[in-house]
C-alpha cells in the first residue's frame, strides 16, 4: 500500500524484540530480507542500506542449518547480487563474486527451494555475463551448466526458469 516507512518500523521492531530467541531465526531473516526489499523500492532506493541488511543476514545466518533460514540466507545473496548492479557505479565484479557465493553454498542442497536460488543465481550470473563485453562465451558456458545441472527438474519455478536459460542460449549461438 507504499506505507513503506510503517513496513521499515514494523520489520525493526520484530528485530528488536526477537533477535534473541534462537527459536526465532526464521522470522528475523524473513523480516531482514523483507526490510531490505522495501528499502529498495523508496523513492529514491536505498540499495546501499538494502546491500548492509543482506550482508547482516548472511553473517547472522549464514551458519544455520534450518532449511528456512537457509533459504533466506540464499535469498540475501541473490538479492544482494542485484541491488549491486544497481549502485552508482555498478559492481559487476561484486555481483558476480555473490552468485558464485549461492552456488558454492547451495549447489548440492537437493531442497526444492535452495535448488531455485540456485537456478535464479546461475541465469543472472549468466545474463550479467552476456551483457558484458567479450564474456558472452562465458555466459554461454554458464547457460550449458545450467541447463546440465536443470533441464529435467521437476518444479515447475524452476522449469520457467529453464525456458528463460534455453532462449538466451539460443539466442547466442
Not at 520489520?11 to 531482514?32: G, W
Not at 550479467?128 to 545441472?149: C, F, G, P, T, V
Amino acid at each position: 500500500m507504499g506505507e513503506y516507512q510503517a513496513a521499515i518500523a514494523a520489520y525493526d521492531e520484530i528485530n528488536r524484540r526477537y533477535t534473541a530467541d534462537p527459536n526465532l531465526h526464521e522470522i528475523i531473516a524473513v523480516s531482514l530480507n523483507n526490510k531490505a526489499s522495501v528499502l529498495t523500492h523508496l523513492p529514491p532506493p536505498q540499495n546501499e542500506a538494502a546491500i548492509a541488511i543482506y550482508d547482516e543476514i548472511i553473517r547472522r545466518f549464514g551458519s544455520d542449518p534450518t532449511l528456512f533460514v537457509r533459504e533466506n540466507v540464499a535469498r540475501a545473496l541473490n538479492s544482494k547480487a542485484s541491488q549491486l548492479l544497481k549502485l552508482f557505479p555498478p559492481q559487476p565484479e561484486s555481483a558476480l563474486a555473490t552468485y558464485d557465493e549461492v552456488f558454492r553454498r547451495f549447489q548440492d542442497d537437493p531442497a526444492s527451494m535452495l535448488r531455485m536460488q540456485v537456478a535464479l543465481a546461475l541465469r543472472d550470473k549468466g545474463i550479467l555475463l552476456e551483457n558484458s563485453s567479450n564474456q558472452k562465451s562465458q555466459a554461454k558456458s554458464i547457460y550449458e551448466d545450467y541447463l546440465h545441472r536443470f533441464a529435467n527438474a521437476p518444479e515447475p519455478a524452476i522449469q520457467a526458469v529453464t525456458a528463460q536459460v534455453r532462449a538466451r542460449l539460443d539466442a547466442l549461438k
